[in-house]
């Protein structure tokens, strides 16, 4: 257990619980039917090529993301949002272009398997994913402020989940 001031951390207060709604939701996303099928409908086979940019882009920018991620960042990689004690702040590779690249690769994935699927019912855990990793990411930025005081300002530069949007303000 991680001590900070002499005093232990109590489950939670590093944002354990995050993590638990994160893998809830992931879950959730897999085990929810695509509602309404369209699989035998025209629209489906008519929107054939768009639903299979959709997905390819997603699917791509989800790997690019969560590999470029997780490789830039594997000497701090923890599974909660709170920093490891001996983290440095990352901003070179695809930190350089999100500063949330692993709930940014989350987020594409399941945008390029709606549009593949047109499925309302994965469009709308998506949308509730974007406010849980907004929610998280917002936790975990006010840890990396006490922690890495530069961090303000490269929050300034670099977008949250998509390049050049949810920049914070300087």
């Given at each position: ?71 830039n960042i594997r000497k701090y990689l923890t599974p909660l949002p709170y920093p490891v004690e001996h983290s440095r702040l990352v901003d070179t590779g ?43 990411a917002s936790k975990e930025e006010a840890w990396l402020m006490e922690r890495h005081p530069e961090y303000r300002k490269y929050a300034s530069r670099v ?12």
């Open positions: 257990m991680e001590k900070e001031s002499g005093k232990s951390k109590r489950f939670g207060q590093r944002g354990e619980h995050l993590v638990i709604i994160q893998m809830a939701l992931v879950a959730i996303y897999f085990f929810t039917p695509a509602w309404p099928d369209l699989r035998s409908g025209e629209l489906y086979r008519h929107l054939a090529l768009v639903r299979w940019i959709g997905l390819v882009a997603g699917m791509a920018g989800g790997a690019v993301f969560g590999i470029g991620g997780s490789l695809v930190y350089a272009l999100v500063r949330h690249p692993l709930y940014s690769s989350q987020l594409f994935a399941a945008a390029g398997w709606t549009i593949f699927s047109l499925s309302l019912t994965h469009l709308i855990v998506t949308l509730v994913a974007l406010i849980f990793f907004n929610y998280k977008g949250k989940f998509v390049p050049g949007f949810g920049r914070l303000k300087a």
